[in-house]
């Protein structure tokens, strides 16, 4: 009899402890829900620190890469970070992926700066692949590189492969010879931002500036599309215009098309996704770690053209992206019409306090929409999504 109430105790104690670790918002460990910009805590009990990141699905769990941030600086000093999840809510801290180095002739030196990484799974070689912007040590942001790291293990360690400035002698498809050709110099023009100096970048003046040594790139991400080519999206021309450059079939380096996109646009922080074969691109304004307006284009093939729509941003604050910027669009498994729009809310005096806003991306004739959601969870996009028509094309 004691044994039987003892066992009944012992039940009843592990059905409550495990209700209370899934119902209760203040465990560290379990979450059924996404709260935008609160504090999230990894399995460990600290908040995740994987900022301007990206995650990749694989064998039937997610990994979030992301920058490492620390109380005082936005350098890095520790490395990228990376966390695995079977269902978005809940984070394990699987360390870091990527290290920086302490050999001060490395590149990705202790207190270089590694922003925005990505990592894609290229099942020919089997290995991971990701791309990272680097800045080198002491030098601000003006390397503006692109760094390739490579793991054989989704967790890493990932090694630095190379990095450098972006498809050097290359010409943009969709620059014209006359573009290509014309004898407009950065150096003719002493003032920037004049009309004239503003035609000449939508002509093409950086493109030309930095053909030998390479194009700019800063902001960015990687996309892997259903043929398995994968492509690098990035700020280039002093951050002025996007380009979008298609990878070779072992994604370690450039087939050397690419295009510009939205020349003089000003657009940083590319996140996209694909649906019922249509791109969508949301990207932000170039105003450093404060937040500004985002803005939505749509193309029906990934080398463009590319359509420039209003902001996908409704209500409360969608002016500033509710207080953040993006940096990935996740398309969730298993679900139709349903993505998550990853964005950072950076806290650039207390680095490691920035947040995350996570929303889902909501379709209104046929175009993405983010709306504020202090609460919300996956089971939204059968309530919301299921009734919206397949976005157009
Ligand atoms: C933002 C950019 C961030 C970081 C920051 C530095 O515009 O999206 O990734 O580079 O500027 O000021």
């Not at 699905?57 to 999840?85: D, I, M, P, Q």
């Not at 601000?140 to 492969?161: N, S």
């Not at 996908?312 to 398309?331: K, M, N, V």
């Amino acid at each position: 009899m004691k044994l039987k109430i003892c066992i009944l105790w012992v039940v009843a104690f592990g059905i409550s402890i495990g209700y209370n670790k899934l119902q209760s918002r203040d465990t560290p460990n379990r979450y059924a829900f996404f709260t935008p910009a609160e504090i999230w805590k990894d399995d460990l009990g600290n908040h995740i620190n994987a900022h301007g990141g990206g995650i990749l699905y694989h064998e039937g769990k997610y990994y979030w890469f992301g920058e490492h941030k620390s109380e005082r600086s936005n350098a890095a000093l520790v490395g990228v970070t990376c966390y695995s999840s079977s269902d978005l809510y809940t984070w394990e801290n699987e360390g870091i992926a990527l290290p920086v180095s302490d050999d001060p002739e490395s590149p990705i030196v202790k207190g270089s700066t590694i922003e925005r990484p990505k990592v894609i799974y290229n099942a020919k070689t089997g290995k991971f692949v990701m791309y990272f912007h680097l800045e080198l040590q002491g030098k601000g942001y003006e390397a503006a590189h692109v760094a390739v790291a490579v793991g054989d293990r989704i967790t890493g360690p990932y090694k630095l492969v190379k990095n450098g400035r972006v498809n050097a002698g290359k010409w943009p498809m969709n620059m014209t010879e006359e573009q290509r050709d014309s004898p407009v110099k950065s150096t003719d023009f002493e003032k920037w931002w004049t009309p004239q100096w503003m035609a000449a970048i939508k002509d093409g003046l950086f493109v030309r500036r930095d053909f030998e040594g390479g194009q700019m790139s800063r902001d960015m991400t990687l996309f892997v599309d259903d043929d398995n080519k994968a492509y690098h999206i990035y700020s280039s021309e002093d951050n002025l215009t996007l380009h979008i450059a298609e990878l070779k079939d072992d994604y370690l380096d450039y087939t050397g098309r690419y295009i510009r996109v939205e020349p003089g646009g000003h657009n940083e922080a590319p996140a996209i996704f694909k649906n019922e074969g249509r791109y969508f691109m949301i990207t932000s304004g170039c105003t450093g770690w404060d937040p500004n307006a985002a803005r939505l284009l749509t193309a029906g093939h990934i080398m463009g053209p590319w359509t420039l729509h209003p902001n996908p941003c409704r209500g409360d604050d969608a002016e500033l992206t509710f207080h953040s910027q993006s940096t990935f669009i996740l398309p969730v498994q298993g679900k139709r019409n349903a993505f998550i729009f990853m964005a950072d809310r950076w806290r650039p005096q207390n680095p490691i306090d920035g947040r995350y806003v996570w929303l889902p991306v909501l379709f209104e004739n046929g175009l993405p929409l983010l709306t504020w959601f202090d609460k919300w969870d996956l089971s939204i996009f059968e309530q919301i999504n299921a009734d919206f028509p397949s976005p157009g094309r």
